[in-house]
């Protein structure tokens, strides 16, 4: 049967447009494979440049925007919030919420996005996207142990402000010289914030209990609990007390997973580093 000239034409027409969305994709492709290249390399900008061509010939491959993302979020440095640094950061958000646009429950774009908001000090939004992250996953010890080390990290900031201002150091064991009217200040300002770190301590040590990082931070989270019982001796011995013993169980904790490693070697090398 032969075609019209008209239909022939749009044949024609359609064979080249799929020829040439084809060859986009393959060369998607081959800039991905260089930029995975230049980033195991250690040419961070070049792999960046990779990637960014790879989505620009293929707008619509995932692994393409995700690597992107990846690779200026390696570029945070962490705890630096200069312009550049978050500019950079942005760059790295971006991408992750462009992949989110397809899958809003990818865990490994919202666990970055947490990560680089934390790098660049923007701790209040950390906790939101932590807590968007065990809106998917409640079993993300890593996000309740978080959230903790945020609280604790306002919260150590909040007391030793109020100590400076009264001439004080804090000595770890509730600082009982403190005033009555410092006690207070400190109870204020920190109470909510120790009872969401311990919360979400508890739970992390729950999913994992050989979480030795969290039981670290039980004990100074207990420390920071005991400055804030005003008047109150038996509460501030049995928070230090409490304190006492997470740090035990936290050296357990680390032979227990040292041993499982051990084992798992079998006096072999660990070539997963």
């Known amino acids: 049967m032969k075609l019209s000239g008209r239909i022939s034409g749009s044949v024609a027409l359609l064979l080249v447009l799929g020829s040439t969305v084809g060859c986009a ?3 998607a492709r081959d800039q991905l494979v260089k930029g995975v290249n230049a980033f195991k390399g250690g040419q961070y900008e070049a792999a960046v440049n990779h ?3 790879s989505v620009a010939l293929d707008p619509n491959y995932p692994t393409a925007r995700l690597d992107l993302a990846a690779a200026y979020a390696y570029e945070v440095v962490p705890n630096l919030d200069t312009p550049e640094n978050i500019k950079i950061a942005k760059k790295a958000i971006d991408g992750f919420n462009s992949v989110l646009a397809d899958k809003p429950d990818d865990l490994g774009a919202l666990r970055q996005i947490a990560s680089i908001h934390f790098n660049i000090k923007q701790y209040d939004q950390t906790k939101a996207d ?3 992250v065990l809106s998917v996953d409640p079993n993300d010890a890593e996000a309740h142990d978080m959230i903790a080390v945020i609280d604790f990290t306002q919260a150590f900031k909040n007391e030793t402000a109020i100590f400076q201002a009264a001439g004080l150091t804090d000595d770890g064991m509730g ?7 410092v006690c207070q200040k400190i109870a204020t300002a920190n109470s909510a914030l120790i009872d969401e770190a311990l919360k979400n301590l508890q739970q992390a040590v729950a999913i994992n209990p050989t979480y030795g990082d969290a039981m670290d931070y039980m004990n100074l989270v207990y420390r920071r609990k005991a400055n804030t019982e005003c008047g109150d001796d038996s509460a501030r011995k049995a928070d230090l007390a409490q304190a006492d ?3 035990q169980k936290a050296m357990g904790a680390r032979k227990a997973n040292e041993a499982a490693k051990e084992k798992k070697l079998q006096g072999g090398i660990d070539m997963s580093k």
């Open 25 to 27: 994709k393959l060369r």
């Open 175 to 181: 600082t009982v010289k403190k005033s009555k009217d």
């Open 51 to 53: 990637f960014q061509q």
């Open 130 to 132: 932590e807590n968007k």
């Open 245 to 247: 013993s997470w740090t």
